[in-house]
């Protein structure tokens, strides 16, 4: 079926350096994308989304881009601070309106001092 | 503290036993979503609730499982004759739903059930 996987299980970076997460997703019908942050023992928390009539959108510290002709996502933290250190996932819209994630496997994010 | 709450928090079980977990939404939010999610990978949909209906489950929600929203704010999902596959953290969100916008999905911390 249709699935969303990422390019990298893991990934470390220097504090203060920007860090790169990238995503690809199957199903060309998504239309919202959303990265969630994922610290040991909790929830996913919402970092920020994009719907697919954009290819960027930025928040405080972290942007995300999307290119639907090569079906990637990436997300970009600046200056990552180790309490970026996290599991980050992408998630779609895989149901429409309805708001029903399929989530990809997750990079392991770790942020050396 | 506002966000989704879900308890207990942690679980332990032995094979063959019944479970259940009750998730409280974001007070004003109508739709709630229960999420399972296994070591190292990512949260996998199960079902959702619009205020009281089940309008979707997962074919990964066997017979065993069943969720409930009966007046549309807490929910509870059970698991019955539980089995060492079942042993995952299990996630509840809620979000709201207005016209065709929704915003976005916020999750509790989730209940982590161990199956022994």
């Known amino acids: 079926g249709e699935s969303v996987g990422l390019h990298l299980p893991t990934l470390s970076v220097q504090e203060g350096d920007n860090s790169i997460i990238n995503c690809a997703y199957s199903n060309s019908a998504s239309d919202y994308f959303i990265w969630y942050k994922q610290e040991s023992g909790k929830g996913p928390q919402f970092i920020i989304d994009i719907r697919s009539n954009m290819d960027k959108r930025q928040g405080q510290r972290v942007t995300v881009l999307l290119n639907k002709t090569v079906k990637h996502l990436s997300l970009q933290i600046a200056a990552t601070q180790p309490g970026d250190s996290a599991v980050y996932f992408c998630a779609e819209n895989s149901g429409g309106s309805n708001y029903k994630l399929t989530f990809g496997k997750g990079t392991l994010l770790t942020v050396n001092p | 503290d506002t966000g989704v709450s879900q308890n207990p928090r942690h679980k332990i079980t032995k094979r063959g036993q019944n479970v259940t977990f009750r998730c409280d939404p974001i007070?004003?939010?109508?739709?709630l979503y229960w999420y399972r999610q296994t070591l190292g990978q990512g949260p996998e949909f199960l079902t959702y609730f619009q205020n009281e209906a089940q309008l979707e489950k997962s074919r990964l929600l066997s017979d065993r499982f069943s969720a409930e929203r009966p007046k549309g704010s807490f929910s509870t999902l059970e698991i019955q004759r539980t089995e060492q596959g079942d042993s995952a953290m299990y996630l509840c969100?809620?979000?709201?739903?207005?016209?065709?916008?929704?915003?976005?999905?916020?999750f509790g911390q989730g209940t982590r059930l161990t199956v022994v």
């Open positions: 969100a809620s979000s709201l739903r207005r016209g065709l916008q929704n915003t976005e999905a916020f």
């Open positions: 007070s004003e939010h109508n739709r």
